[in-house]
């Protein structure tokens, strides 16, 4: 089966082959081979490349439409791509939706760089904050079209998981 996924922010294609009890999953055109046990409804415990182990926990957030997924002890907001026009599934907005959208850190890290001033007009997918964690740098981007209502993100500031750093009106 062939996903596009949304890792905060950033698109990966992903595929995923079984091949009897084990799995070959590819991201972007890099690929593992994992062996997978189910611990419970939402946690798997993973083999990964024959030696490497971890725990990953998926769980729905209704305030978001995000999935939650949590690998070891880091926490990702990842959205599904469907293909259905106007929102995805597990998207951090429904483009449809009204009310202000809420950006916030998906994991602690520092801020490399803030794409927007408050009271700025943004587009739909537009990068609106960068965030470096575990040495990778992951873009936050607007849900949809609207207006930077809010904006707490300082460059250079070290965030925590689920702190607020932008509105979008």
Request: hydrophobic content about 45%.
């Amino acid at each position: 089966m062939q996903y596009e996924v949304e890792v905060n922010g950033r698109v990966r294609r992903v595929a995923v082959q079984r091949d009897g009890g084990r799995f070959t999953i590819s991201v972007d055109d890099r690929a593992w081979r994992v062996e997978a046990a189910l611990v419970d409804a939402g946690t798997l415990s993973l083999i990964v490349g024959g030696g490497k182990s971890c725990e990953v926990s998926v769980a729905p957030d209704a305030a978001t439409g995000l999935l939650k997924v949590r690998v070891g002890a880091m926490p990702f907001d990842v959205a599904l791509n469907t293909g259905r026009r106007g929102r995805r599934v597990g998207s951090n907005q429904d483009v449809s939706a009204s009310g202000p959208q809420r950006i916030v850190a998906p994991m602690p890290g520092k801020i490399v760089r803030v794409a927007v001033t408050a009271g700025s007009a943004v587009r739909a997918r537009q990068t609106v904050v960068v965030i470096e964690a575990m040495k990778m740098e992951n873009e936050l981007r607007a849900g949809r079209d609207g207006t930077v209502g809010e904006l707490h993100a300082r460059e250079g500031a070290s965030v925590e998981a689920g702190e607020l750093l932008v509105v979008i009106q």
